[in-house]
Structure formats: C-alpha cells, structure tokens
C-alpha cells in the first residue's frame, strides 16, 4: 500500500469540518492498538474534562494486538481496513456508556450507507453486519470514579478492503469490498465514520440535556432510533449466550440500553451476553 493512501490529517481534516473532532485527528503507521493510544492520550489530559479537547481522533494503517470485545483480538491487517479510537469526555455516569456503543452503531450505518449503499445492519450492542456477516465492531472503554466518567473512548473497526478471510472466519465476516464488489475509499469511509460520531455524540449530548427529570425518559429518542435501526432489537428469535444461554424473541431496549428478550420463562434482560439469531427450524427442534 502507497504512502498516499494513508489517512492522513491533512487529508482528513477539510472533510471533517466543523465537526468537534477537525482539530484533533492523529494518525500512525502502526500501533498494538488505537485503543491503547486514545485511553493514554486521555489520561494525559487530566481528569477534568475542561483541561481536555471535548474530541479527538487516533488512527493507524495497522494495529499489532488489535483488541475486540471479550477478550477476542481484531484482526488489523495494514492498509486493509480502518482502526479509529475517538477519544470523548461525555458528562456520563460509567452505566450510560452503553449509549456510547449504540449510537456508534447508527453511526457506522450511515457512514456505510453514504459511501457505498449498501444497508448495514446492527446487532446488539454493537456487530455492524452486512448479509448476516459482520464486517465492523465497536469496542468501547474508559476512565471513570463510581459515579463520572472521566473520559471515554470507543474504539471502531471495519473490514473495508479485504478479499478475503481465514476459513474460520468466512462464513461469519465479510468486508464492504466483497459486499460491494469494488474497492471502497477508506479516506472517504473514514470521514463519513468522523462526521456521523459526531451528528450522534451532539445528538446524545442534546437528549441528556433535555430538561426531562426521569433519566429514563431523556434517552428514549436514542432508544428509539436505535431500535428502528436495528433488526434485531424487536421480534428476532434469537440465542443469548449469558446466564448459562437461553433463547427468545428480542422485545426492544430497555431505559438503560440493555436488550429485553422474551422467553417462556418470562421477560430476560441481556447486560452483555452475545446475540445470535436462532433459525425458526432449529428453535422447533428446541436449540
Ligand atoms: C468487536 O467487535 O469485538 C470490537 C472490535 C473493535 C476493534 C477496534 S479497531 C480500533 C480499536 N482499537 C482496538 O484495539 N479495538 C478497536
């Protein structure tokens, strides 16, 4: 991969403009992880969020120890995909970070719909799939005290230009490349990714400002686009790999983000079990 295809601030930044994050984009040729990079970025910068940029953006061609949710690593070959860190100091306690990871998800749709047309889909809390395979995941960390984050980071992959995976993995994975059957622009993904975090972070930061007393109550606009997003928020059949694993149909989201799950035992709520949806056959024959 040239040199030139990397995604550089200079070549970022007039295709971010006006968001919070146009001042603060850096980029490296290889890290282990941009995750690692954006928490000690954040610690750097104090605990006062005032003392801090409100966003900042780490980027790298390749990622050494790329990590994914529960311990599994993300693959980060160079130049093939994009691995971002968008580092934020969100006046949240540590439980509504979740909110953090669903609008992401959202974001990560629109992006992928405005660069190539094709629909994305999300599947809680956070696997962007395309055709039931996943090809963009969210990992999102932070610093916190009991009661305030500090600051946070959430972490993005996506598989954009890669022809092809592992056998273990190619039933379960794809890029937008071989969903799109070209090569996408990761300059233009990854600038369309930097301007849809930032219309949804402003947009969770309006909802929790709303003078609605009930917390519950101020994220049910985000609660509701997410869930309209998402086919696997409502009426999907699915495995949920949590408390020994059970099967159910997905019923929404419940005032704090978490999945709610009908079963025949009654209402199931997932913190962050994994979701695998369950064929109508196979759930006749009891899996
Ligand atoms: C998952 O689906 O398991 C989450 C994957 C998150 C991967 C991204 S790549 C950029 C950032 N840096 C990391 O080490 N992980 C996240």
Redesign the pocket.
Known sequence: MAASDFLVPEKLAPLVRNTIFSGNIFHQEQVQ???LVAMAAGARAGRAPESAPEGSVFLAEE?TA????GA?I?S?PRGAGI???FLLHPPMSPAETLWLSLISGVAVQDATREVTGLQADIRWP??ILINEKKFA???TEMSSDSSRVHHAVI???INVNQEKFPDDFSTTATSLRLEAGKECSRLEMTAALIRAIDREYRALLRAMESPIRTPALRFEPIMRRIESRSSYATGKLVHVDENGGYTGTTDGLDPRGFLRVRTDQGLRIVISGSVRPVSRRSDASGA
């Open positions: 992880s941009t995750n990622q790329g990590r994914g949710r599994h993300w980060s691995y971002c860190s956070n696997d995941g969210i990992l972490g993005i992959g």
